[in-house]
Structures are given as C-alpha cells and as structure tokens.
Nanobody, 114 residues
Framework: QVQLVESGGGLAQAGGSLRLSCVASGSTFRINAMGWYRQAPGKQREMVATITFGGSTYYADSVKGRFTISRDNAKNTVYLQMNSLKPEDTDVYYC????????WGQGTQVTVSS
C-alpha cells in the first residue's frame, strides 16, 4: 500500500509560478514511477509529467519548457515546479504512483487567473 498526499496548489496569476509537492508513504520502496496528472470537470485525466525510478522524465507537450518534475528520494517526495503559468493550466492536479497498481492522491486545485 502507498499513500500520497499533495500540497502546494492555489491561486496564481498568469505568468506566475507554483510548486506542487507529493509525499509518499507506505511501501515506497516498491514505487516504479511517480507523476502528476490533471483533470478539468467533464474531461479525461491527462498526464502532465512523469519521473521514473531511473530518473527519466516525460512531459506533456503543453507544459514542456514551463514545468519541471523532480524528486527527493530521501523524503519520498516528488515535486512539480510550474512556471509561466497560463489560465489553461487551471485544473485539479493529482499525484500518481506506479507500484503493483496505480495509486492516486486526493488532488490539489490550481487556479490561474488572467
């Protein structure tokens, strides 16, 4: 079992920055990859960024060059640094961990005003 707790969401102006954090607890040694997804009401959840156990990173085209995913293994924490925010980045952001199954956090709201 893995538990994920996100923090760091909130309100930002367009062009501003926010940093999301996701702390994992439980069987963290079994985590293969972690990532951030986002979902707007009525839309499908989409991948924003992923970081593998080996440190490889993947980004959605819409956030490349603006968002950076990183992790601190000692703290079992993954971060999403979001710069140059746009109103279309407004969504609920979810932390995801890949173990023997998929685990999700509870989500954190990010709102970007124009």
């Amino acid at each position: 079992q893995v538990q994920l707790v996100e923090s760091g969401g909130g309100l930002a102006q367009a062009g501003g920055s926010l940093r999301l954090s996701c702390v994992a607890s439980g069987s963290t040694f079994r985590i293969n990859a972690m990532g951030w997804y986002r979902q707007a009401p009525g839309k499908q959840r989409e991948m924003v960024a992923t970081i593998t156990f080996g440190g490889s990173t993947y980004y959605a085209d819409s956030v490349k060059g603006r968002f950076t995913i990183s992790r601190d293994n000692a703290k079992n924490t993954v971060y999403l640094q979001m710069n140059s925010l746009k109103p279309e980045d407004t969504d609920v952001y979810y932390c995801r961990a890949v173990v023997d199954r998929i685990y999700w956090g509870q989500g954190t709201q990010v709102t970007v005003s124009s």
